[in-house]
Protein backbone atom coordinates (compact mmCIF):
# COMPACT_ATOMS: atom_id res chain seq x y z
CA UNK A 1 0.00 0.00 0.00
CA UNK A 2 1.57 3.93 -0.77
CA UNK A 3 2.38 5.71 1.82
CA UNK A 4 -0.37 8.62 1.99
CA UNK A 5 1.03 12.16 -0.11
CA UNK A 6 -0.51 15.14 1.90
CA UNK A 7 0.25 17.85 -1.24
CA UNK A 8 -0.51 21.37 0.47
CA UNK A 9 1.85 22.92 -1.93
CA UNK A 10 -0.37 26.03 -3.49
CA UNK A 11 1.67 25.97 -6.92
CA UNK A 12 0.77 21.85 -6.91
CA UNK A 13 -2.45 22.39 -6.08
CA UNK A 14 -3.26 24.51 -8.75
CA UNK A 15 -1.51 22.56 -11.25
CA UNK A 16 -3.70 19.86 -10.57
CA UNK A 17 -6.43 21.59 -10.20
CA UNK A 18 -6.20 23.10 -14.01
CA UNK A 19 -9.64 21.57 -16.17
CA UNK A 20 -7.64 20.37 -19.14
CA UNK A 21 -4.97 19.09 -16.49
CA UNK A 22 -7.57 16.66 -14.44
CA UNK A 23 -8.82 15.69 -17.89
CA UNK A 24 -5.32 14.43 -18.97
CA UNK A 25 -4.67 12.68 -15.61
CA UNK A 26 -7.99 11.01 -16.11
CA UNK A 27 -7.64 9.81 -19.55
CA UNK A 28 -3.86 8.61 -18.33
CA UNK A 29 -5.78 6.84 -15.90
CA UNK A 30 -7.99 4.99 -17.92
CA UNK A 31 -6.02 4.20 -20.95
CA UNK A 32 -2.48 4.04 -20.02
CA UNK A 33 0.31 5.67 -21.13
CA UNK A 34 -0.12 8.44 -23.73
CA UNK A 35 2.00 11.18 -26.12
CA UNK A 36 1.40 14.31 -26.07
CA UNK A 37 0.04 13.79 -29.52
CA UNK A 38 -1.92 11.23 -28.88
CA UNK A 39 -3.62 12.91 -25.57
CA UNK A 40 -3.93 15.76 -27.58
CA UNK A 41 -6.44 13.69 -30.01
CA UNK A 42 -8.23 12.36 -27.48
CA UNK A 43 -9.50 14.92 -25.72
CA UNK A 44 -9.86 17.58 -28.71
CA UNK A 45 -6.36 19.48 -27.64
CA UNK A 46 -3.80 21.60 -29.04
CA UNK A 47 -0.65 19.45 -29.03
CA UNK A 48 2.00 22.12 -28.04
CA UNK A 49 -0.31 23.34 -24.87
CA UNK A 50 -0.79 19.10 -23.97
CA UNK A 51 2.90 19.21 -23.47
CA UNK A 52 2.97 21.79 -21.60
CA UNK A 53 0.38 20.55 -19.31
CA UNK A 54 2.32 17.38 -18.94
CA UNK A 55 5.43 19.20 -18.25
CA UNK A 56 3.95 21.06 -15.52
CA UNK A 57 2.23 18.28 -14.15
CA UNK A 58 5.28 16.19 -14.08
CA UNK A 59 7.12 18.81 -12.18
CA UNK A 60 4.89 17.78 -9.12
CA UNK A 61 5.29 14.56 -9.50
CA UNK A 62 1.78 13.70 -10.82
CA UNK A 63 3.20 12.14 -14.26
CA UNK A 64 6.27 11.20 -14.90
CA UNK A 65 7.60 10.58 -18.77
CA UNK A 66 8.69 7.02 -19.81
CA UNK A 67 11.71 6.94 -21.17
CA UNK A 68 11.96 3.29 -22.10
CA UNK A 69 9.07 4.19 -24.92
CA UNK A 70 10.74 7.38 -26.20
CA UNK A 71 11.23 6.59 -29.89
CA UNK A 72 13.27 10.34 -31.42
CA UNK A 73 11.24 12.99 -30.49
CA UNK A 74 8.13 11.39 -29.29
CA UNK A 75 7.72 11.39 -25.71
CA UNK A 76 5.46 9.03 -23.58
CA UNK A 77 3.66 9.58 -20.01
CA UNK A 78 2.05 8.27 -17.57
CA UNK A 79 0.01 9.10 -14.75
CA UNK A 80 2.13 8.55 -11.07
CA UNK A 81 -0.30 6.36 -8.88
CA UNK A 82 -0.35 7.28 -5.22
CA UNK A 83 -2.44 7.77 -2.14
CA UNK A 84 -2.33 11.80 -2.93
CA UNK A 85 -4.65 13.79 0.16
CA UNK A 86 -4.85 17.59 1.15
CA UNK A 87 -4.68 18.81 4.11
CA UNK A 88 -7.94 19.22 6.46
CA UNK A 89 -10.07 22.85 5.99
CA UNK A 90 -8.85 23.69 9.52
CA UNK A 91 -5.10 23.66 8.40
CA UNK A 92 -5.78 25.06 4.68
CA UNK A 93 -5.27 28.94 3.54
CA UNK A 94 -7.94 30.53 1.81
CA UNK A 95 -5.44 30.12 -1.67
CA UNK A 96 -4.68 26.32 -0.79
CA UNK A 97 -8.53 26.25 0.26
CA UNK A 98 -10.12 28.01 -3.19
CA UNK A 99 -7.65 25.54 -5.72
CA UNK A 100 -9.04 22.92 -3.31
CA UNK A 101 -12.57 23.74 -3.81
CA UNK A 102 -12.09 24.33 -7.48
CA UNK A 103 -10.54 20.86 -8.02
CA UNK A 104 -13.53 19.21 -6.15
CA UNK A 105 -16.04 20.88 -8.16
CA UNK A 106 -14.60 19.63 -11.33
CA UNK A 107 -14.12 16.40 -9.80
CA UNK A 108 -18.01 16.03 -8.86
CA UNK A 109 -19.26 17.24 -12.03
CA UNK A 110 -17.07 14.82 -13.92
CA UNK A 111 -17.98 12.15 -11.47
CA UNK A 112 -21.88 12.93 -12.21
CA UNK A 113 -21.25 13.78 -16.20
CA UNK A 114 -19.77 10.04 -15.58
CA UNK A 115 -22.53 8.30 -14.18
CA UNK A 116 -25.14 10.16 -16.50
CA UNK A 117 -23.14 8.31 -19.60
CA UNK A 118 -23.18 5.14 -17.97
CA UNK A 119 -26.96 5.35 -16.91
CA UNK A 120 -27.75 6.73 -20.80
CA UNK A 121 -25.74 3.16 -21.90
CA UNK A 122 -26.26 1.11 -18.90
CA UNK A 123 -29.21 -1.28 -21.33
CA UNK A 124 -26.37 -1.84 -23.79
CA UNK A 125 -23.37 -3.00 -21.65
CA UNK A 126 -24.97 -6.30 -21.07
CA UNK A 127 -23.79 -7.92 -17.47
CA UNK A 128 -21.84 -4.96 -16.93
CA UNK A 129 -25.26 -2.79 -16.69
CA UNK A 130 -25.11 -4.49 -13.02
CA UNK A 131 -21.85 -3.17 -11.87
CA UNK A 132 -23.43 -0.22 -9.92
CA UNK A 133 -23.85 -0.71 -6.63
CA UNK A 134 -24.98 2.13 -4.22
CA UNK A 135 -25.32 3.10 -1.02
CA UNK A 136 -26.59 6.03 0.68
CA UNK A 137 -26.33 5.87 4.71
CA UNK A 138 -26.91 8.34 7.29
CA UNK A 139 -24.59 7.30 10.61
CA UNK A 140 -24.32 8.95 13.67
CA UNK A 141 -20.16 9.07 14.02
CA UNK A 142 -17.48 11.31 15.89
CA UNK A 143 -14.66 13.11 14.37
CA UNK A 144 -11.93 10.45 15.12
CA UNK A 145 -14.57 8.06 13.52
CA UNK A 146 -15.11 9.56 10.36
CA UNK A 147 -11.33 9.67 9.94
CA UNK A 148 -11.02 5.38 10.95
CA UNK A 149 -14.04 5.06 8.48
CA UNK A 150 -12.24 6.84 5.42
CA UNK A 151 -9.00 4.64 6.08
CA UNK A 152 -10.78 1.80 6.25
CA UNK A 153 -11.99 2.92 2.67
CA UNK A 154 -8.83 3.57 1.51
CA UNK A 155 -7.44 0.62 2.82
CA UNK A 156 -10.28 -1.43 0.82
CA UNK A 157 -9.31 0.44 -2.53
CA UNK A 158 -5.50 -0.31 -2.11
CA UNK A 159 -6.88 -3.90 -1.67
CA UNK A 160 -8.10 -3.63 -5.08
CA UNK A 161 -5.61 -1.45 -7.25
CA UNK A 162 -3.59 -3.85 -9.30
CA UNK A 163 -0.70 -2.79 -12.04
CA UNK A 164 -1.84 -2.41 -15.72
CA UNK A 165 0.70 -5.88 -16.20
CA UNK A 166 -1.45 -7.36 -13.52
CA UNK A 167 -5.27 -7.20 -14.78
CA UNK A 168 -7.60 -10.04 -15.45
CA UNK A 169 -8.95 -10.85 -18.93
CA UNK A 170 -11.96 -9.18 -17.83
CA UNK A 171 -11.26 -6.49 -15.82
CA UNK A 172 -12.79 -3.33 -17.03
CA UNK A 173 -12.26 0.52 -15.07
CA UNK A 174 -14.39 1.10 -12.15
CA UNK A 175 -15.23 4.20 -11.09
CA UNK A 176 -15.11 4.13 -6.80
CA UNK A 177 -15.97 7.30 -5.21
CA UNK A 178 -16.67 7.97 -1.36
CA UNK A 179 -18.06 11.30 -0.27
CA UNK A 180 -18.60 11.93 3.73
CA UNK A 181 -19.88 15.38 5.07
CA UNK A 182 -21.49 15.91 8.30
CA UNK A 183 -25.52 16.89 8.28
CA UNK A 184 -25.76 20.55 7.68
CA UNK A 185 -29.62 20.21 9.26
CA UNK A 186 -29.17 18.42 12.23
CA UNK A 187 -29.88 20.25 15.61
CA UNK A 188 -26.47 19.50 16.76
CA UNK A 189 -24.53 22.70 14.89
Not at 137 to 151: P, Q
Amino acid sequence: MPEPQEINDLEALKALAHPRRQKMLEHLALHGPATSASLARALGLNTGATSYHLRELAKHGFVEELADKAHGRERWWRAVPGDRRFPPSSRQSPQVRAALGQMNRMAFDADVEAFARFLARRESLGVWGDAAPYSRSLLHLTLDEVREFFEEYIRLVNRFKRDADDLPEDARPVYARFLAFPATDSASE
